[in-house]
């Protein structure tokens, strides 16, 4: 990119043409740095997008909402009440109990002989770590880790993929929108998908608070919004759409050399240090 760059741009700015939309591309460090934190409040408004209203529930999705309010809002919870350091140290025993299934499955192919695919370990580690943290110890009930994995993969697939509105926004208005009926629809099918499966996450948590069960001895991410919902002034789509931006966050804040070093680490009995790191990164 930074070849492209210097090229057709500056050193490290090139600006392209997508369709009908001028998109400018910080190649470096540096340019990236202007962009994201400097010029971070210039940069931060995104044009609305139908495909991002359904997906991201509206304007309750901090990863798709417009900058304002409602926007900061949501991260001020994500940041204060569900990635803070102190929370991140409670995760602690989840993590280290995940790891030892993982160094346990590698123990028993060692012993019978057999080959370990690493890359597919190592993904599955990371997708049920993540529901853990959103959904508590119960995740793996029903296939709700599966589901999830699915979910996330389909739904970053979509927004990946190629998308009328994205690149001629003119287009997408013709006739009442009909060329975005397609798109409509399949963001409606993802949103079913995730309504599904949150709202039963939801209501299981509602049902376990609302019973005299013994408290559980880990607090996951479910828990803390419900428990914040009154004072943020969240309706039900906040909630819905907070928990599934944390799921995407996460996922795809867990790098696989991180998890490795973490693997060792606790092969090995020592301390895991670094997931601090890991969550500072992905609350920043």
């Not at 109990?97 to 597919?120: C, L, N, P």
């Not at 880990?218 to 928990?243: A, H, N, P, R």
């Amino acid at each position: 990119m930074r070849r492209l760059a210097a090229r057709h741009g500056g050193e490290d700015l090139m600006l392209l043409r997508l369709g009908m939309v001028p998109t400018l591309v910080a190649s470096s460090p540096r340019a990236a740095q202007a962009v994201l934190r400097i010029h971070d409040m210039s940069m931060a408004l995104r044009p609305r997008s139908i495909f991002f209203d359904i997906i991201g529930y509206g304007p309750s999705d901090v990863g798709f909402a417009p900058y304002g309010d409602g926007w900061r809002q949501a991260k001020r919870l994500m940041t204060t009440h569900l990635l803070n350091t102190k929370k991140v140290q409670s995760y602690r025993a989840a993590r280290e109990e995940e790891v030892e299934m993982v160094i346990d499955k590698i123990r028993s192919a060692a012993t019978a002989g057999a080959a370990v695919d690493m890359t597919e370990l190592l993904s599955s580690f990371t997708m049920d770590m993540v529901s853990r943290l959103v959904a508590g110890q119960s995740f793996r009930v029903d296939g709700l880790n599966k589901a999830f994995k699915d979910m996330v993969d389909d739904t970053t697939a979509a927004l990946g993929g190629f998308n009328l509105e994205n690149f001629y926004p003119c287009l997408a208005k013709v006739a009442g929108g009909v060329l975005m009926w397609p798109v409509r629809r399949k963001a409606e099918r993802l949103r079913d998908r995730w309504d599904k499966v949150l709202d039963k996450v939801i209501d299981e948590h509602l049902n376990l608070a609302a019973t005299s069960a013994p408290a559980r001895h880990e607090s996951d991410f479910t828990d803390v919004i419900q428990s914040m919902k009154e004072e943020y002034g969240l309706s039900g789509d906040s909630v819905k759409g907070i928990l599934n931006v944390s799921l995407q966050l996460l996922r795809f804040g867990f790098s696989f050399s991180l998890i490795n070093r973490t693997i060792i680490s606790l092969s090995h009995g020592f301390a895991i240090s670094s997931e601090s790191c890991l969550f500072r990164d992905i609350r920043n």
